[in-house]
């Protein structure tokens, strides 16, 4: 069957009424299909301040507004402080709200990101990743996500730019959900992601919107029926309680995240976990990493085991909530792994992955050795050679002994 709109194919997938759920091939950036994306959902306010590389997404849901094909209201703010502000304020006014940005964009937010999750909002942010200053780079590494690991919101990574969108309709359901009613992060990889072009599979506008749902929050600040309060100041009795409520809330959400990939993939065929196992049923070695590298290793996976070396990859897509009890349990079964993380953390002991991942295991009494890498800081080349280079490490360790430098920089320059 063919969309003789936009002269593309298309295919179905059975909903989740048994009915067909078309699909759409198409050829989109990663911020494209975010911002295509955006406009199948059509929230109800977003404000938003540009930011290389994440300019893009406000850039053309405006276009789309202002075309009459959806009726959000954009904000035009002067600042990210600010766009995260009027989120926080249409959202709890009652309005499905979301906002994009990168880098030195969400260090701005960052008293409104520990407010928007203590105020147990829904809201969604794309993040598209991008280094920290300093020096200043507008390059991909993860220090931006990966510094507010630790404010309450919940964080997804992509791989791609299928993963991106597939995820970014998966954000409301989620947030949404009256277990949950957290702050959700949809985050690519800049300009790996967010602008090379990739084929895809979109779905159709009325599908992302039964999957999606109208919003119907239960306490707002326009309901004059009943009055509230948002953020009122919490004296000490209270503070410590409404934490836990905020962490329970996170606990909660592996599930929901799992229910509502569950939902999606009837809908889609593409199916989501909180991680990816790539070929370590048997795997002696196993690569741990986020984010769009993952292909990359994916790819050396495929050249060591056609010449019989036992290796897989797991790809997370969740890091917050951080799923230590089931990744512990993918690991166990191995010999040794690399956990591989893009962005310093400069705790002088490894990244924020390589740490998790440790204290998951130690917890859950895995007894396996791990080895911490850095890579690709500030866009630094990821390469297949270098993916080959750790797995050859990692056996060499295990079969001959041989000493391996622990927390070391990938293509580090001597």
């Known amino acids: 069957m063919w969309n003789?709109?936009?002269?593309?194919?298309?295919?179905?997938?059975?909903?989740?009424?048994?009915?067909?759920?078309?699909?759409?091939?198409?050829?989109?950036?990663?911020?494209?299909?975010?911002?295509?994306?955006i406009r199948q959902i059509n929230p109800d306010v977003m404000p938003a301040f540009p930011i290389t590389p994440s300019t893009e997404i406000p850039q053309m849901v405006s276009a789309y507004i202002a075309n009459g094909e959806m009726d959000t209201e954009f904000i035009p703010v002067e600042s990210e402080h600010s766009s995260m502000s009027a989120a926080i304020g249409a959202q709890a006014a009652g309005a499905r709200s979301l906002t994009a940005t990168s880098s030195a964009g969400l260090a701005l937010m960052w008293e409104e990101l520990l407010l928007a999750a203590s105020n147990r909002m829904p809201i969604v942010l794309a993040l598209v990743n991008r280094t920290l200053s300093g020096p200043i780079n507008i390059n991909c590494d993860h220090t931006d996500g990966m510094g507010a690991r630790d404010t309450g919101w919940i964080q997804i990574y992509a791989e791609n730019n299928q993963e991106a969108y597939d995820n970014f309709i998966q954000a409301y359901p989620i947030a949404e959900h009256p277990d949950v009613h957290l702050p959700v992060m949809i985050c690519q990889d800049g300009f790996i992601t967010s602008h090379a072009v990739e084929n895809i599979e979109l779905l159709e506008d009325q599908a992302v919107r039964q999957f999606v749902g109208e919003y119907q929050p239960q306490e707002y600040l326009l309901n004059p029926g009943k009055p509230i309060a948002v953020g009122p100041y919490s004296a000490s009795g209270y503070v410590m309680e409404a934490r836990k409520n905020q962490e329970a809330a996170m606990e909660r959400a592996k599930a929901v995240i799992i229910q509502t990939a569950e939902r999606y993939r009837a809908l889609s065929g593409r199916g989501f976990d909180l991680f990816e196992e790539y070929r370590t049923k048997d795997a002696d070695y196993i690569m741990l990493l986020i984010g769009s590298a993952a292909g990359t290793a994916k790819q050396a996976v495929d050249d060591l085991r056609a010449k019989g070396r036992k290796v897989g990859v797991i790809k997370l897509r969740v890091f917050r909530p951080f799923p230590a009890k089931e990744l512990a349990e993918a690991l166990k079964g191995c010999r040794m792994a690399a956990v591989l993380d893009r962005c310093e953390s400069y705790n002088g002991n490894g990244g924020p992955l390589g740490c998790e991942t440790d204290a998951a295991l130690f917890r859950n009494k895995i007894r396996i050795e791990t080895v911490n890498y850095i890579y690709g800081l500030g866009g630094r080349d990821f390469t297949v050679n270098d993916a080959y280079a750790v797995f050859d490490e990692l056996e060499d360790a295990d079969v001959n002994g041989k000493t391996v430098e622990q927390y070391q920089y990938i293509g580090l320059r001597r």
Do not use: F, T
């Open 4 to 37: 003789l709109c936009k002269c593309l194919p298309v295919w179905g997938n059975y909903n989740e009424g048994g009915e067909i759920a078309m699909a759409v091939k198409d050829r989109m950036s990663g911020n494209e299909a975010v911002s295509y994306a």
